[in-house]
T-cell receptor, first 114, second 112 residues
Framework: EPEVTQTPSHQVTQMGQEVILRCVPISNHLYFYWYRQILGQKVEFLVS????????KSEIFDDQFSVERPDGSNFTLKIRSTKLEDSAMYFC????????????FGPGTRLTVT | DQQVKQNSPSLSVQEGRISILNCDYT??????FLWYKKYPAEGPTFLIS?????DKNEDGRFTVFLNKSAKHLSLHIVPSQPGDSAVYFCAANNNAGNMLTFGGGTRLMVKP
């Protein structure tokens, strides 16, 4: 069964450094998402991406964040200058087009900012 | 912002019995609801969904009920199995699927 994959599984970085989290969505899916879950808190929406552009973003997704689909398979989340409060699990998700709203999630990347 | 709430942080059930997980929402614009299951160190796994035009959807041991007037949904698992032990999240969707709003999760423990 096709799966969403994410790399790395764990990333440790120093405050102020740039990080890129990578995702390979399910191949026939057209909508792509990033969510995050800070330890002990809810899963929160960050951004959705369709047809090579951002379709919606949350308040969390400020100028420090960007997303890109550099080729036909990868979907990346970049944090330009990490802060301690960016430490969280970051989940990538994807879904098919049309009225099928189920989103399928990857295993997550644990980001630790020190 | 508590648009989706799961009021029970945990639930313990005996193997073979029914598990009922509850979820309430406040935003009447939500039109599609999903349940996810999550094991530690893994991503949420989609379980079952329901559109706001229905009041029930069933898939094997899992049934989701939606009460729109009460803005309440529930997930029934019958019979419960030890492998069902996980955290269960309800999520709601509006605006043609652009984002999911999650509840805080309920940890289900199924005892053998």
């Amino acid at each position: 069964e096709p799966e969403v994959t994410q790399t790395p599984s764990h990333q440790v970085t120093q405050m102020g450094q740039e990080v890129i989290l990578r995702c390979v969505p399910i191949s026939n899916h057209l909508y792509f998402y990033w969510y995050r879950q800070i330890l002990g808190q809810k899963v929160e929406f960050l951004v959705s991406f369709y047809n090579n552009e951002i379709s919606e973003k949350s308040e969390i997704f400020d100028d420090q964040f960007s997303v890109e689909r550099p080729d036909g398979s990868n979907f990346t989340l970049k944090i330009r200058s990490t802060k301690l409060e960016d430490s969280a699990m970051y989940f990538c998700a994807s879904r098919k087009s049309g009225v099928i709203y189920e989103q399928y999630f990857g295993p997550g990347t644990r980001l630790t900012v020190t | 912002d508590q648009q989706v709430k799961q009021n029970s942080p945990s639930l313990s059930v005996q193997e073979g019995r029914i598990s009922i997980l509850n979820c309430d929402y406040t935003n009447s614009m939500f039109d599609y609801f999903l349940w996810y299951k999550k094991y530690p160190a893994e991503g949420p796994t989609f379980l079952i969904s329901i559109s706001s035009i229905k009041d029930k959807n069933e898939d094997g041991r899992f049934t989701v009920f939606l009460n729109k007037s009460a803005k309440h949904l529930s997930l029934h698992i019958v019979p419960s199995q030890p492998g069902d032990s996980a955290v269960y999240f309800c999520a709601a969707n509006n605006n043609a699927g652009n984002m999911l709003t999650f509840g805080g999760g309920t940890r289900l423990m199924v005892k053998p």
